[in-house]
């Protein structure tokens, strides 16, 4: 593990990759601003909050993290399941919101740093592809319907989608005009932007980064016009719900106060955050960084997590993860190291310091425009076809998650997730694919006697098996073996070939033993063949070797060609 991280960068630091790295740092900036406002408003914290929790953790994940081009802080999904845990924490304890979004930060930070230190980088392999992107897509559908009540200009309130929907039809009668005039023209006009806008300035002749570069300035483009509308035309006095009055400078450094009723309430989502925070870091941090052939290291992942989520919780912030869309922008604005991240840092910390009056009449339908669009891209449902089309399993995964997450909340979809994902990986080993194999003619080659044509024996079942052997699947083995000894009564001698089994737990080591004793009573000699060097060696410290009635070949040629010929009889006679 690299416990400092950023000491293989900052060695060769240069000018040039300071020119490359302050330039990504400015186009970040212009679009970090006013997405740390809206993903404040949709965790539930005061606006500067969002720009508090962009700034030190920022500066944490560069020193602690692995990956170049990472962007850190607030994102969707992690501010929707903030919102979730504190509300419901306040709700219970009568705590502080915000302080109990700050506790929220410590306690993820605990976490993500204990399993860093643990190297418990692999749990990210725990979550399929499938049931990750359920989530995300349903938690994006969330996220949108929550942030309509903004649009609208009316109260609502749900965590589900029977909630929320149950309880904007309830209020859609109260919709102010002015308010909807204002959601309706940010959300066309960045909708728009991000269709189109690249590709008319790429027509006009534009190039393709500048017109890139230009097209992520459009939510502060929108953020400047609706500012100027609702001062120009007294918007607030019309009903237009706006910010207000955002404290200007950065906060005080320190730890929220201990209160254990309130952890109590919070740790089970510290836990759900930081899972769900690492992977989606982690996948974002391995694709950019495979692309420029840089190496992101799991385990220290998490200490880089850890430390931006304790940064965060230092300078009054909220949970804080690596986000897609903002990590995209910094690797294709040309980031080439976290040093661009810093000075992202740098510019949040002025804009929180002398930027802040302006944001006074700012609308928060604009901040929910700037939300719905971006959370829009993170719902894919032709996945679920997709997923359907290729794998029944993988499908029922994505569409369980996607429909508990909708009915039973985001927390409620994390678990389902989590256990799924596991479910699938037993259900997918419990039975593994087990192939009778013959050798294909002139070669020294086996291959499954259903797909080829191959040379096989009367009394020789070669069995291939396609899967380490454990307690999920240590029962079907013996029934495979069983049904071949069952259904060929000329049987003598049953091979089973190992070259795909990496692991033999105890129970498949039980499996095995049991197996040699049912053939040896049946007078058939039981063989091992292709057994990998580390299996081999776990298997010489148990009692299976000793007590094999058969023999252990190197390779499945010569298991075949030595029992065809009686060379390598069995030891039931011994």
Same mark, same amino acid.
């Given at each position: ?41 949709? =965790? ?6 969002? !720009?508090?929790? @962009?700034? &030190?953790?920022? $500066? %944490?994940?560069?020193?602690?993290? /692995? ?88 109260? =609502? ?6 909630? !929320?929907?149950? @309880?904007? &039809?309830?209020? $859609? %009668?109260?919709?102010?005009?002015? /308010? ?395």
């Amino acid at each position: 593990m690299q416990w400092f991280p950023a000491a293989q960068w900052l060695r060769g630091y240069n000018r040039s990759l300071f020119t490359a790295d302050f330039i990504a740092a400015i186009i970040v900036t212009i679009m970090l601003i006013p997405q740390s406002l809206a993903y404040a408003m949709l =965790a539930g914290v005061p606006p500067e909050v969002g !720009l508090y929790a @962009s700034v &030190l953790p920022l $500066v %944490a994940y560069a020193l602690f993290g /692995t990956s170049r081009t990472l962007s850190v802080g607030p994102v969707a999904v992690v501010s929707l399941m903030t919102a979730s845990a504190v509300s419901d924490a306040v709700a219970v304890t009568g705590a502080d919101y915000h302080q109990a979004a700050i506790l929220l930060a410590l306690l993820s930070a605990a976490m993500l740093i204990g399993m860093g230190l643990l190297r418990f980088g692999f749990l990210a392999n725990f979550l399929s592809h499938p049931v990750v992107s359920g989530f995300i897509s349903a938690s994006g559908i969330i996220i949108a319907l929550s942030q309509l009540k903004h649009v609208l200009g009316i109260s =609502a309130h749900g965590e589900t989608l029977i909630e !929320l929907g149950e @309880s904007l &039809l309830a209020h $859609v %009668a109260q919709t102010n005009g002015y /308010t909807l005039g204002v959601g309706v023209f940010a959300l066309l006009f960045l909708a728009w932007c991000r269709t189109y806008l690249g590709v008319s300035l790429v027509r006009m002749g534009c190039s393709k980064d500048l017109a890139s570069t230009l097209t992520k300035t459009a939510p502060v483009i929108s953020i400047a016009a609706t500012i100027a509308l609702a001062y120009g035309f007294d918007l607030a006095d019309r009903g237009v719900a706006i910010v207000g009055a955002v404290p200007s400078g950065l906060p005080s450094l320190g730890l929220p106060a201990f209160d254990w009723r309130l952890i109590e309430q919070l740790w089970p989502s510290a836990l759900l955050i930081s899972i769900i925070g690492y992977v989606e870091s982690i996948s974002v941090g391995r694709t950019l960084g495979a692309k420029r052939r840089q190496r992101v290291h799991s385990d220290q992942e998490l200490i880089g997590l850890g430390s931006a989520n304790l940064a965060s919780a230092l300078s009054s912030g909220f949970p804080v993860t690596g986000g897609f869309s903002r990590s995209v922008v910094n690797f294709d604005a040309g980031a080439q190291t976290p040093a661009a991240s810093i000075m992202t840092a740098l510019g949040i910390a002025l804009a929180a310091m002398f930027l802040t009056p302006v944001l006074f009449y700012l609308p928060k339908a604009t901040l929910a425009a700037t939300i719905i669009v971006a959370v829009m891209s993170l719902v894919d449902l032709g996945l679920l076809k997709r997923a359907w089309s290729y794998s029944k399993s993988d499908g029922l995964a994505l569409a369980g998650t996607i429909v508990i997450t909708l009915l039973a909340g985001v927390e409620a979809g994390v678990v389902t997730g989590v256990a799924l994902s596991i479910f699938l990986h037993l259900y997918h080993t419990s039975k593994p694919h087990v192939a009778i194999v013959g050798e294909v003619p002139g070669t020294q080659h086996f291959r499954n006697v259903n797909r080829h044509k191959v040379i096989t024996a009367p009394t020789i079942c070669s069995i291939r098996i396609d899967e380490s052997l454990y307690f999920p699947n240590a029962a079907y083995l013996e029934d495979v073996v069983y049904a071949q000894v069952a259904k060929n009564p000329e049987l003598k001698h049953v091979v089973l070939m190992c070259s795909a089994v990496n692991v033999i737990d105890l129970s498949a080591l039980e499996a095995l033993e049991m197996i040699n004793e049912r053939l040896t009573e049946l007078g058939i000699g039981l063989h091992l063949s292709e057994v990998k060097g580390p299996v081999m060696d776990a298997l010489e410290r148990s009692h299976l070797l000793h007590a094999l009635n058969g023999h252990v070949y190197l390779s499945q040629h010569e298991a075949f060609t030595q029992l065809q010929s009686g060379a390598g009889a069995s030891r039931l006679g011994d």
